[in-house]
T-cell receptor, first 117, second 114 residues
Framework: AQKVTQAQTEISVVEKEDVTLDCVYE???????LFWYKQPPSGELVFLIR??????QNEISGRYSWNFQKSTSSFNFTITASQVVDSAVYFC??????????????FGGGTRVLVKP | NAGVTQTPKFRILKIGQSMTLQCTQD?????MYWYRQDPGMGLKLIYY???????DKGEVPNGYNVSRSTTEDFPLRLELAAPSQTSVYFC?????????????FGDGTRLSIL
């Protein structure tokens, strides 16, 4: 069985502060995929990043960066110099290898980020 | 390119009523999913389908039914609405490359049962 834990339910920061969202996962698969999604107040789900289990390189995209550590089963997400527009709920998700278990996504409970001006 | 389209966007039901949430995609995806998101919570899988004519239960299937007669459509049926089914429902699809690509999500259906 797969499980994703986002221990932080809500984080409040002042604009321009950095914020790191934790994601810890459990899986018996050796091949799997990890995702981060953003859900702004308007409610839709916005895909941010996908990482497969063989690629442990960290990734940076503008003010966003991701730290994947297979040894600790973690896939953490950092927003640098946060902005009010970053206020949203962020979900970490896990999928098995291609074609396994219907390619189902298992979501964490989400972390609400509130960026105050 | 419409992607995944869900209708209706909002609905209020009375306890015991039934309704069908519609989901259609125009990307010829084989894999389709229904999730529910309760207030302040993550998404939980209700049902999924790996192709036309094939459906299977997810984590929280009780009180729901699905069908998949075509590749494009994956409706979700609530037969006897209960207050516990008040939630936001998301439909999603993915192509045959599976998780090597992101799931496409609809904009959600907000359902209240009173």
């Amino acid at each position: 069985a797969q499980k994703v834990t986002q221990a932080q339910t809500e984080i409040s920061v002042v604009e321009k502060e950095d914020v790191t969202l934790d994601c810890v996962y459990e899986t018996r698969d050796t091949t799997y995929y990890l995702f981060w999604y953003k859900q702004p107040p308007s409610g839709e789900l916005v895909f941010l990043i996908r990482r497969n289990s063989f690629d442990e390189q960290n990734e940076i995209s503008g003010r966003y960066s991701w730290n994947f550590q297979k040894s600790t089963s973690s896939f953490n997400f950092t927003i640098t110099a946060s902005q009010v527009v970053d206020s949203a709920v962020y979900f970490c998700a896990l999928s098995p290898r291609i074609g396994a278990a219907g390619n189902k996504l298992t979501f964490g409970g989400g972390t609400r980020v509130l960026v105050k001006p | 390119n419409a992607g995944v389209t869900q209708t209706p966007k909002f609905r209020i039901l009375k306890i015991g009523q039934s309704m069908t949430l519609q989901c259609t995609q125009d990307m010829n995806h084989n894999y389709m999913y229904w999730y529910r998101q309760d207030p302040g919570m993550g998404l939980k899988l209700i049902y999924y389908s790996v192709g036309a004519g094939i459906t299977d239960k997810g984590e929280v299937p009780n009180g729901y039914n699905v069908s998949r007669s075509t590749t494009e459509d994956f409706p979700l049926r609530l037969e006897l609405a209960a207050p516990s089914q008040t939630s936001v429902y998301f439909c999603a699809s993915i192509g045959d490359r599976g998780p090597d690509q992101p799931q496409h999500f609809g904009d959600g259906t907000r359902l209240s049962i009173l």
